[in-house]
C-alpha cells in the first residue's frame, strides 16, 4: 500500500531585475534609454524625414520645376527666334512670369497635402502622440516647408532668369538692374512659398485635401477671371480692385509689369501675401488647439 507524500514546497523564485521585489534588495525599474527633454529641433527633424520621404513631395517639385524651366526657356527661344520681336528696353526677366504662375499651384497642392494628408491617413495622431505640444508641430511644418519651397523656386527662378538674359541679349533687351534681380528671383521666390505655406495653413484648418486644394486654386484664379466678365460700368470699381489684387497680378509686378496702372508695387504683394499668412496662421494655431485629433 502506497503512500501519498504532498510536494515539497520550493523557494519563492528570484525578481527578475526589472522589478523590484517587496523587501528585497533590487532598489527598482531604471531605463537604460536616457530622457532627453524634447524641442523644435526634433519636431523639425521629424517633419523633414516626412516631407522627404513621401512620393507626393517628388512628383510636385518635379512637375514644378519643369514647368518653371520648360515655359520660361520655350518663351525665351521663341521671343529670340522670332524676327518681329524687339525688347528694346524692356527686361527679359520677365518672360518667367509664366511658367512660376503654372508652377504655383504644384506648390499649392504641396503645401495642402503636408498637413490634410496626415488627417485622411489618422497619421496626425502618431505625430500629435510622438510630439504632444500641437504648436510645434505646426511651427516645424510651417518652416521645413517653407524652406523647401523657397530653395527649389529660387533655384528655378534664377537659373530661367539667367538662360533667358543670354538667349534675349541680341534681341534689344536691356541689362536688368541689381534690384531687378532681386526681385525677379528673391523676391518672387519668397511670394511662392509664402503662397504654399498660406496653403499649408488652409489644410490644417480644412482638413481635408481635395477641398483645401480647391479652395487656395480659387483663390489664385477666380478673382482675375471674375474681373476680366466684369463689363458692368457700375462695377468698375470692384473690377479695378479684384483685377490689382489677384495673385497674378501680384506676381507680375515683380516683373515690373503689373497688370493696371495702380494697385500694389515694388514689395507691396510680399508684405500683403506676408499678412495673409499670419493670419491664416494664428486660425490654424486656435483651431488645432481646440480641436480634436
Known amino acids: ?103 504655383s499651384m504644384c506648390i499649392i497642392t504641396l503645401g495642402v497635402l503636408t498637413t490634410a494628408s496626415e488627417y485622411g491617413t489618422g497619421m496626425i495622431r502618431t505625430t500629435m502622440t510622438a510630439c504632444p505640444s500641437r504648436g510645434r508641430v505646426l511651427a516645424a511644418k510651417a518652416i521645413v516647408f517653407f524652406l523647401v519651397a523657397f530653395v527649389v523656386t529660387l533655384a528655378a527662378a534664377s537659373f530661367v532668369a539667367m538662360v533667358q538674359a543670354s538667349m534675349l541679349e541680341g534681341n534689344g533687351a536691356r541689362t536688368p538692374s541689381g534690384g531687378e534681380w532681386l526681385k525677379g528671383t528673391v523676391g518672387v521666390s519668397l511670394y511662392i512659398a509664402l503662397l504654399g505655406l498660406l496653403s499649408l495653413l488652409v489644410g490644417s484648418i480644412i482638413r481635408h485635401s481635395a477641398g483645401a486644394i480647391t479652395i487656395m486654386i480659387g483663390f489664385l484664379l477666380a478673382p482675375l477671371v471674375i474681373a476680366l466678365f466684369m463689363f458692368s460700368s457700375s462695377l468698375e470699381s470692384v473690377r479695378t480692385a479684384l483685377l490689382e489684387y489677384s495673385i497674378p497680378n501680384q506676381l507680375s509686378v515683380f516683373y515690373s509689369n503689373s497688370l493696371s496702372e495702380s494697385g500694389p508695387s515694388g514689395w507691396d504683394p510680399l508684405w500683403i501675401v506676408l499678412g495673409v499668412t499670419a493670419a491664416a496662421f494664428a486660425g490654424a494655431y486656435a483651431l488645432l488647439q481646440q480641436r480634436d485629433v
Not at 527633424?45 to 515655359?71: D, H, Q, Y
Not at 521671343?79 to 503654372?102: A, H, K, Q, R, W
Open 1 to 103: 500500500m502506497s503512500t501519498h507524500q504532498p510536494p515539497m514546497p520550493q523557494a519563492p523564485a528570484a525578481a527578475p531585475n526589472w522589478q523590484a521585489a517587496p523587501g528585497g534588495p533590487y532598489p527598482g525599474y531604471t531605463s537604460p534609454i536616457p530622457v532627453v527633454r524634447t524641442h523644435l529641433g526634433h519636431a523639425l527633424a521629424s517633419e523633414w524625414t516626412k516631407i522627404k520621404s513621401v512620393r507626393s513631395t517628388m512628383w510636385t517639385l518635379g512637375v514644378f520645376v519643369l514647368l518653371v524651366v520648360g515655359i520660361g526657356l520655350l518663351a525665351g527661344a521663341v521671343v529670340s527666334n522670332s524676327e518681329s520681336s524687339d525688347m528694346s528696353g524692356e527686361s527679359p526677366l520677365g518672360l518667367g512670369f509664366f511658367g512660376l504662375l503654372l508652377g
